[in-house]
């Protein structure tokens, strides 16, 4: 399984960015979804889960009310829209896909993407 992330970039504090994760190789229904980040210096943290039907959805606190994660079965891709975006949320995100359960640990995910920068400034 292949995942392939984009849509960061630099936005100002206040602004918005969707993130979408595009699965190749596999059964994209299969998997519950993830993002995760990690910024200089930090270890990598959950952000957000979502389950395979989407109705299952999973926040990290920091992120509850300003990010939105969501999937499309038929496009298989999970988007992570984040509005109200703060410098503190600057790092690198980064998608995963795991065949268990709801997880907010990284051992919990068999498949990462390469990871997309976000970059917010004051």
């Known amino acids: 399984v292949q995942l392939q992330a984009s849509g960061g970039g630099m936005v100002q504090d206040g602004g918005s960015l969707r993130l979408s994760c595009a699965a190749s190789g596999g059964t994209f229904s299969n998997f519950f979804m993830a993002w995760f980040r990690q910024a200089p210096g930090k270890e990598r943290e959950f952000v957000a889960a979502i389950n395979r039907n989407g109705q299952g959805l999973f926040y990290a606190d920091f992120v509850k009310g300003r990010f939105t994660i969501s999937r499309d079965n038929a496009k298989n891709t999970v988007y992570l829209q984040m509005d109200s975006l703060k410098p503190e949320d600057t790092a690198v995100y980064y998608c995963?896909?795991?065949?268990?359960?709801?997880?907010?640990?990284?051992?919990?995910?068999?498949?990462w993407g390469q990871g997309t920068q976000v970059t917010v400034s004051s």
């Open positions: 995963a896909a795991g065949y268990g359960n709801y997880h907010s640990q990284q051992k919990g995910y068999d498949y």
